[in-house]
């Protein structure tokens, strides 16, 4: 009773979690901990990879490390807070942290979206335009592409998180959710939400129906163009590896995102809400830098590279310390 009177009288929010009730909180905690490091570690040695490793220094893999940059900071708007409010016994949030979550969180996915349909567009200048490819994605180009993608995901957070937080939230506090989701959010409104919400899903359905079509013209091209090779020359084999990892993070991303804003409310509870969410804000940035580098025969080989010039160059201190010694 003493949490509820002090949240009565100030405006922060308090966050159920996953798990409104764990029976193991110690061991979700050890679980998701352990996603969190295997994320951002993969992340940060994609970027590193990318930055030093010259012969990755093209358009595709440029477009890569910003979309290993989104992830990690993506995973951590979330996460940290996720981990902290399992192991304490006050789970709150404050208003202004809560705006903050959502404005991050609206960015970061709605530049996944729009990068994902640029990297496919490269993929089909790659692939069907390949003399051109150096002249179509020049680095004047790239940035431009790049620079898009995080104004147009960040448009999407200018425009939701002030028209969120500025509805009235006079009942409870209790948000059932492990972050400040923003259909989560509203629940709590005292006030009508229903126009704000039908607004805010016909902007989420734009914001997917434009990359989703440029991923989909691209793939078409990309496809027939593979029809016409002669298999004999083994282009299709090229293609197809050239664009399989791309094809698997856009499934599992555009799924995710496909039911939170989409599907209509009736297929919608918040048990299911919560678990959609944890999979595209928890396990996708952990799975794009490992699908990328497991099946990418040049990330492998820049892996290889660095790993083997760490091996030899303690190989040769250890053998300059046994020279000192003698």
Request: charged share 15%.
């Amino acid at each position: 009773m003493g949490m509820e009177a002090v949240l009565q009288n100030s405006t922060d929010f308090i966050l159920l979690g996953l798990i409104t009730h764990p029976a193991f909180p110690g061991l979700i905690f050890a679980v998701v901990f352990s996603i969190f490091l295997v994320a951002v570690t993969a992340n940060l040695v994609m970027i590193l990879l990318i930055h030093t490793d010259s012969r990755l220094h093209t358009p595709m893999y440029f477009l890569l490390s910003q979309l290993s940059i989104m992830d990690t900071v993506y995973i951590c708007i979330t996460v940290p807070k996720m981990l902290q409010d399992l192991l304490s016994e006050e789970k709150t949030i404050s208003f202004l942290g809560c705006a903050i979550q959502i404005f991050l969180y609206l960015t970061l996915i709605g530049g996944e979206f729009f990068l994902l349909g640029l990297m496919a567009y490269d993929r089909y200048v790659a692939v069907c335009n390949p003399l051109r490819y150096p002249h179509l994605m020049n680095r004047r180009i790239c940035l431009f592409m790049v620079v898009g993608s995080w104004v147009g995901g960040s448009l999407d957070g200018f425009m939701l998180t002030p028209v969120t937080m500025t509805f009235p939230y006079c009942g409870s506090r209790e948000i059932n959710h492990f972050f400040c989701e923003i259909p989560a959010v509203l629940k709590l409104s005292c006030g009508d939400t229903s126009l704000y919400e039908t607004l805010m899903y016909a902007c989420c359905v734009l914001m997917l129906l434009i990359p989703v079509s440029v991923i989909s013209v691209s793939y078409t091209r990309i496809l027939l163009t593979v029809h016409r090779m002669n298999s004999a020359e083994g282009g299709w084999r090229k293609a197809f590896a050239t664009c399989s990892s791309h094809i698997m993070v856009v499934i599992i991303f555009y799924g995710a995102a496909f039911y939170t804003n989409v599907l209509p409310h009736s297929y919608h509870t918040p048990e299911k809400d919560k678990v959609v969410s944890a999979f595209y804000t928890i396990l996708t940035p952990m799975l794009n830098p490992l699908i990328y580098s497991l099946r990418n025969k040049d990330v492998a080989t820049a892996l290889k590279r660095v790993l083997g010039r760490c091996t030899s160059s303690h190989q040769k201190i250890r053998a300059g310390d046994v020279s000192r010694r003698h």
